[in-house]
């Protein structure tokens, strides 16, 4: 009998991220919702990830937390659904580089800049992203030339990379460029993107006043 897999998450989290991820493997999987700073901060949920955040995702008795990391495992823990390059191809440094690229100078920046942050020019060279201008330049030159980030087809670089521009685009914190809204709509049409955001959508909290 396979493992099982249980996600832990909250439908206002990156826990998304997680949440199509897992639509796309394919597998059964058992969702537990937290709450913020009640169950997330419960001994019971500290013992899964003591940071007392969502995403994390205990499969048998692995625990991973962090979504490229939660991402990076289910693709190689269930191959068969094809969403990293295998690990001779030589696709598989580019999807490294962009699964990393996402969790690194991405979400710096993305962060840095929706705190009113700004790196001042003679400490670039003190944070790993250099600048949001940089980041997003090298975003739009690759997606500008190509409709994956790794290889031919899609992987869980894209889903990654892809979730993160759909959001930080729709909220301004990065421009919406003609490569990243062609890139975002190529990748919101998949049925399991369509099916993670129906499912989060629904358990969203009702919006005061709703009957």
């Not at 759909?166 to 990748?187: H, Q």
Request: proline share 8%.
């Amino acid at each position: 009998m396979a493992s099982p897999l249980v996600f832990y998450t909250n439908p206002m989290s990156r826990g998304r991220v997680v949440r199509w991820m897992l639509e796309e493997v394919g597998q059964p999987y058992q969702t537990e919702i937290l709450d913020y700073g009640t169950t997330m901060k419960a001994p019971a949920y500290l013992a899964i990830n003591p940071m007392g955040k969502v995403p994390a995702l205990k499969h048998g008795d692995e625990i991973v937390t962090e979504c490229a990391a939660i991402c990076a495992y289910l693709a190689d823990a269930f191959p068969a659904a094809g969403l990293a390059p295998p690990v001779n191809s030589p696709h598989r440094a580019g999807y490294y580089r962009w699964l990393f690229f996402g969790a690194g100078p991405i979400e710096a920046a993305a962060g840095n800049k929706g705190l009113g942050v700004t790196v001042p020019e003679d400490k670039k060279m003190m944070v790993g992203y250099g600048s949001m201008e940089d980041v997003v330049a090298v975003l739009d030159a690759e997606l500008s030339r190509r409709a994956y980030l790794a290889g031919e087809g899609f992987t869980a670089a894209d889903l990654y990379v892809g979730a993160q521009l759909g959001w930080l685009t729709r909220f301004g914190v990065i421009e919406k460029r003609p490569s990243f809204e062609g890139y975002i709509a190529r990748l919101e049409q998949r049925p399991a993107f369509q099916r993670a955001k129906a499912i989060d959508d629904q358990l969203m909290p009702a919006p005061p006043g709703a009957a």
